[in-house]
């Protein structure tokens, strides 16, 4: 099955900074990788996603990236702001299935 | 974006008691329903497919009678926990995928068991 390794557990960095988040997936059958926030205690909530025919998408202060050959993707947020402190899962599905396959996640701490 | 409702959103039962848990898509039908269990600062553990109109699909080690799962219309599906034991303690969350194979997720349930 689909394995998504994701890197780092935790991500420190100073308000303004900029965040990357990598993730690698291993199932090349593999073709929507969307990424999710967390909370603490709340639902995790769709923040950016990439189809398999995309090489990169952007909104706003957020964008990914997703390189096919290599079979890794990766978040960006730009100027961070202390409400971007979370928690950030990737996730890698195979089209058709619906049954995603989550990273580990990564703590993200923007100190102001 | 798609709305799944979640209740209850937080329950403390004794030990030994079943917990029924409710997900429903709002202004979607949903076929297939996820449930996930997350320990503290971990990931998203999928314990089980439900499927409307059959039987639920289980993740490998989580068990069918132990974690009764009903899928009953194409808007509801119910988890419960029989039997609960402090060791089930834990955060349940649900989530259905759009047809556009966009997933959105309940608010989840905080399960205490004394």
């Known amino acids: 099955g689909e394995n998504v390794e994701q890197h780092p557990s935790t991500l420190s960095v100073q308000e303004g900074d900029s965040a990357v988040i990598k993730c690698t997936y291993s199932d090349s059958a593999s073709n929507y990788f969307p990424w999710y926030k967390q909370e603490l205690g709340k639902r995790p909530q769709l923040i950016i996603d990439?189809?398999?025919?995309?090489g990169e998408k952007k909104d706003q202060r957020i964008a990914v990236t997703l390189n096919k050959t290599a079979k890794h993707f990766s978040l960006h947020i730009t100027e961070t702001q202390p409400e971007d402190s979370a928690v950030y899962f990737c996730a890698g599905i195979k089209g058709g299935s619906y049954i995603p396959t989550f990273g580990r996640g990564t703590s993200l701490i923007v100190h102001p | 974006g798609a709305v799944v409702s979640q209740h209850p959103s937080w329950v403390i039962c004794k030990s030994g008691t079943s917990v029924k848990i409710e997900c429903r898509s709002l202004?979607?039908?949903?076929?297939?329903m996820f449930w996930y269990r997350q320990f503290p600062k971990q990931s998203l553990m999928l314990m089980a497919t439900?499927?409307?109109?059959?039987?639920?699909?289980?993740e490998q080690g989580v068990e069918k009678d132990k974690f009764l799962i009903n899928h009953a219309s194409l808007t509801l599906s119910t988890l419960t926990v029989t039997s609960a034991h402090p060791e089930d303690s834990s955060f349940y969350i649900c989530?259905?995928?759009?047809?556009?194979?966009?997933?959105?997720f309940g608010s989840g349930t905080q399960l205490s068991v004394l």
């Open positions: 989530s259905a995928p759009e047809i556009n194979e966009k997933l959105f």
């Open positions: 202004d979607f039908q949903a076929t297939t």
């Open positions: 439900s499927n409307e109109g059959s039987k639920a699909t289980y």
């Open positions: 990439i189809r398999s025919n995309v």
